[in-house]
């Protein structure tokens, strides 16, 4: 997914080839899942004739400056990807545009060609992007609620090690938060975490100063090489976990050590059980291991961690099935979820297992009308 170097690559690719540009034309997506807060064709009135000034970006947000307001953003969520006609941009499995599709692609949000024939495109397939028109985009969220850019704002080594000391969430879900740190999503926490050799679940602020250090040393060394090599990944180190973390658990290996699967911070994660221990009083203690649904679920989350599926009412309404009949296709689907996710569902920091009442509730039910 689009992280802090997919989004610096789109960025400089506009900078590179954008620059000091008209816009001549302009066409925008009629789809306000993704085009936010204004309708195309204010949109496309706006742009027209406006100079591409600069092109900005603080943690996986990217906004162009024009010669005068309004000014496009683009969150660009699960699958948003920045595409310039005859010019090479990363690309990642998700944006899902090929070199044979049809030109602007049938994903294409915003497309926008420039006086000297240049074009260039927005797209998202999965539509968990947000593109907006904003008078000035940093003053607005998300991006004025952003911490600071993991690649341009990290905090000295002395107030890292101070503000973490301070935060008693698990350490990956503090990387994630991106109120706290911008622009690092799940591979990169997933990377960095395991070249420091700390365990995903470890208290951030039981973390010794030496482990602090090392953490913020592979975050700047991450990031700084997945943007010298414009986040094209198959020029990432052969070293990083980052080639395995996909695989099949029981499937994946990083230098011939087995990589497990658990989930931290609301996400699938990646980690090296013999480098990454917990230590202090959370040693010793198991993690809950990813189950196989928890671990595809990834392929349906946006990297904030919003779900594409839309959930109906956790009120549910199941009938209870009368003596000699047989449980209900809806009453089996309930209770199959519902055991998958009070053996997912972890705290913040890692520990004890939520309990699921309503499936307690079912069960009894069951035992109950079994006995009558």
């Not at 162009?64 to 307001?69: A, I, T, V, W, Y």
């Not at 595809?296 to 779900?307: A, I, L």
């Not at 089996?332 to 920091?349: A, F, I, M, T, Y």
Request: hydrophobic share 30%; glycine share 6%; charged share 35%.
């Amino acid at each position: 997914m689009p992280e802090l170097p997919e989004v610096e690559a789109a960025r400089r690719a506009i900078e590179e080839h954008c620059l000091g540009k008209k816009i001549k034309r302009s066409i925008v997506a009629d789809d306000p899942k993704v085009i936010d807060g204004v309708s195309p064709s204010d949109f496309q009135a706006s742009l027209l004739g406006k100079t591409i000034v600069a092109a900005h970006r603080k943690g996986k947000n990217m906004w162009l400056e024009l010669d005068s307001p309004l000014f496009p953003s683009f969150q660009f969520g699960m699958a948003g990807a920045i595409y310039i006609k005859g010019v090479a941009v990363t690309k990642y499995k998700r944006s899902a545009v090929n070199d044979t599709d049809d030109w602007p692609s049938k994903y294409s949000k915003l497309f926008m060609e420039l006086e000297d024939g240049l074009e260039l495109s927005f797209t998202d397939k999965r539509r968990f992007a947000k593109v907006r028109l904003l008078e000035d985009p940093k003053s607005v969220p998300p991006i004025s609620e952003l911490g600071p850019d993991a690649l341009y704002e990290l905090l000295p080594i002395d107030e890292f090690v101070e503000s973490l000391s301070k935060k008693k969430t698990a350490i990956k879900a503090l990387l994630l938060d991106q109120s706290y740190i911008s622009g690092i999503g799940n591979w990169i926490a997933d990377e960095v975490l395991y070249q420091a050799r700390i365990h995903p679940l470890q208290q951030a602020s039981s973390l010794s100063k030496e482990s602090c250090v090392t953490l913020h040393k592979r975050i700047k060394e991450v990031i700084e090489k997945a943007v010298e090599v414009e986040a094209d990944s198959s020029q990432f180190p052969s070293s990083w976990i980052f080639h395995s973390r996909e695989k099949k658990p029981g499937k994946a290996f990083v230098d011939g050590k087995k990589i497990d699967f658990i989930t931290a911070g609301g996400r699938t994660t990646a980690y090296v059980p013999e480098l990454q221990k917990l230590t202090g009083k959370q040693a010793g203690k198991a993690p809950s291991r990813s189950t196989k649904q928890s671990f595809d679920k990834d392929e349906n989350e946006d990297e904030d961690g919003e779900d594409e599926y839309e959930l109906g009412s956790e009120k549910e309404t199941v009938k209870k099935p009368k003596k000699g009949q047989k449980r209900s296709g809806a009453m089996k689907s309930l209770v199959k979820r519902k055991s998958k996710e009070s053996s997912s569902n972890e705290d913040g920091d890692g520990g004890k297992e939520k309990k699921t009442t309503k499936l307690s509730k079912i069960r009894k039910t069951k035992v109950e009308t079994s006995k009558k």
